[in-house]
């Protein structure tokens, strides 16, 4: 059990929260939600006791265990994934490394006495209470359900791209099996088979209380039984799915609202008899009104710290009906097959989501169909009139060279003038100060909505968005959302994020594992239901 009381915390003049109380009980799962920069990062660093709030306590259980995913890959790039798991239980590791270096020793010097026999047999006694000869079986399982295949297991973490070694990461995490695990976005950098594993490990197998901070509304919705919700300088819990969640918040907010406004009409009520009857023979009950009027408090009713965008996509002119037929494509990578034997067809208006595992060849597929790239086989074409806007999930492309947040839409989008840039800029939350801000320095949500602002400056009739999502918060997700429902144009784009994907698409393309792709014409939930069965 972990007991939050009279919890205050900020940051120089901003307040994350003020006199938070909270009990999170054992065998729970708790969505932490709240805008970026609210302060749920934070609040995991003042569970674990590595920083100290203002005012207030963090109290957990002894002997409680607390297990956090810390995405910091970079002190293991020359060590063994499987050894990197391993270490995800300290005393286990530890006493895998003495064996190891004992049996080494023994054999190097030829020499077995009564004294290493003694200290194996602590060190055998060791390993077994703490599992430690499953433990290799365990540590494989887990990284071969997030998708690291068992070719990589013995290789270093430096063999794997960067989304990869966070994954190995997060197999560490759950190799620790602590009491109460705290996971920071674990579902960035996975694909929809890597969470789909993980929703099902986290609900069925792992037995401790779990704390996640996801931006991931399905992901929240499975797995959640209670949401933590950081806004307004409150720490407020609340129970059901993400929508609930919404409806119960607003009902709360609009009931402060009632409340200041019924004070603030009778303070209007009150001054108006005080200037009334200010003088004359009813001028003493007038000051005891303005006495009163003097004790009377108003609710401290804050600002939300969440921010909706709004984009607005329109085409400038509508493409033909058919807007992309393809023959026969396939890709190698090597002499590895990506995907091949490929035909489509796709008409104007449809939203098309392609889904599958990282590494099957989605992002290949879009560079393809916009030129960047070669196929190894087949043929695409364009239909008449399309105009393509491309959103890369690598922002670097684009974000590559020092310039102001401004000068660089001015430059990217030449036919607007730098008022209707601005305009832009500001319906994505950039502020007048931020502008001038250098694009090197942009946060990952920042660089997104920069990007999505070009592309609605560009007008095209077709968007291609590769994993558009990635860095956005809830907020800008479900905007982004309405924006694209609303799009009259076509839409062809990749993500992992099924809430997102099931509001949007109406066809679905699945690169299956074995190369073949599945496309299914329907909303993915539908899809959902016929590839589980």
């Excluded at 609900?203 to 931006?215: A, C, L």
């Excluded at 030449?414 to 320095?441: M, P, Y």
């Amino acid at each position: 059990m972990i007991r939050i009381n009279q919890l205050t915390m900020s940051y120089g003049p901003k307040l994350l929260f003020f006199d938070a109380d909270l009990v999170l009980a054992d065998h729970t799962h708790y969505a932490l939600v709240g805008a970026n920069g609210a302060g749920k990062s934070t609040l995991f660093k003042l569970i674990t006791g590595e920083e100290e709030p203002i005012a207030g306590a963090t109290a957990i259980s002894k002997d409680t265990t607390v297990g956090w995913l810390k995405q910091d890959q970079f002190r293991y790039e020359n060590t063994r994934i499987t050894d990197i798991v391993l270490q995800g239980k300290a005393k286990l590791w530890q006493a895998l490394v003495d064996k190891e270096a004992l049996l080494t020793a023994a054999e190097l010097n030829n020499h077995w006495d009564e004294k290493t026999a003694h200290r194996l047999s602590k060190l055998e006694e060791t390993i077994a209470t703490l599992g430690g000869y499953s433990a290799l079986a365990f540590a494989e399982k887990l990284l071969i359900g997030l998708g690291i295949h068992a070719d990589y297991h013995q290789k270093p973490l430096s063999s794997l791209s960067g989304g990869y070694k966070l994954r190995v990461l997060l197999a560490q995490a759950l190799f620790q099996e602590p009491d109460t695990l705290l996971l920071d976005e674990p579902t960035n950098h996975l694909d929809i088979v890597s969470i789909r594993w993980l929703e099902k490990y986290l609900k069925t197998e792992f037995r401790g209380t779990v704390i996640f901070i996801s931006h991931d509304v399905a992901f929240i919705d499975l797995l959640a039984d209670h949401i933590i919700d950081i806004d307004y300088g409150e720490i407020r819990e609340y129970s059901g799915n993400y929508a609930k969640f919404l409806a119960e918040k607003k009902e709360i907010e609009e009931q402060k609202l009632l409340a200041k406004k019924n004070i603030e009409q009778k303070i209007a009520s009150m001054q108006k008899l005080v200037d009334r009857f200010r003088a004359g023979t009813r001028a003493k009950q007038a000051q005891s009104r303005a006495k009163m009027i003097d004790k009377i408090e108003l609710p401290d009713i804050k600002h939300t710290s969440r921010a909706w965008p709004h984009f607005h996509f329109k085409p400038n002119r509508p493409s033909g009906k058919i807007v992309l037929r393809v023959k026969k494509l396939g890709h190698l990578f090597g002499d590895k097959i990506l995907f091949s034997n490929l035909h489509l067809e796709i008409a104007r208006g449809e939203k098309v989501a392609i889904i599958g595992e990282n590494g099957a060849g989605k992002s290949t597929l879009l560079k393809i169909l916009l030129g960047t790239l070669s196929q190894t086989e087949g043929e695409y074409e364009w239909g008449h009139e399309t105009h393509i806007s491309y959103f890369s999930q690598d922002h670097h492309e684009l974000l590559n060279h020092s310039a102001s947040v401004l000068s660089w839409l001015c430059d990217a989008a030449t036919h607007v003038s730098e008022q209707q840039a601005r305009k832009a800029l500001g319906q994505v939350l950039f502020k007048t100060e931020d502008v001038e801000k250098d694009i090197l320095s942009l946060s990952g949500g920042e660089a997104a909505r920069l990007l999505l602002a070009k592309i609605a400056l560009e007008s095209a009739n077709v968007l291609i968005l590769d994993e558009p999502t990635n860095h956005l918060d809830i907020e800008a997700t479900d905007a982004l959302a309405q924006a694209l429902i609303a799009y009259p144009g076509t839409l062809i784009f990749v993500s992992h994020d099924r809430h997102f994907i099931d509001k949007i698409a109406n066809r679905i393309l699945f690169v299956s594992p074995d190369k073949k792709m599945i496309d299914f014409k329907g909303q993915f939930a539908e899809f959902e239901k016929n590839f589980d069965k």
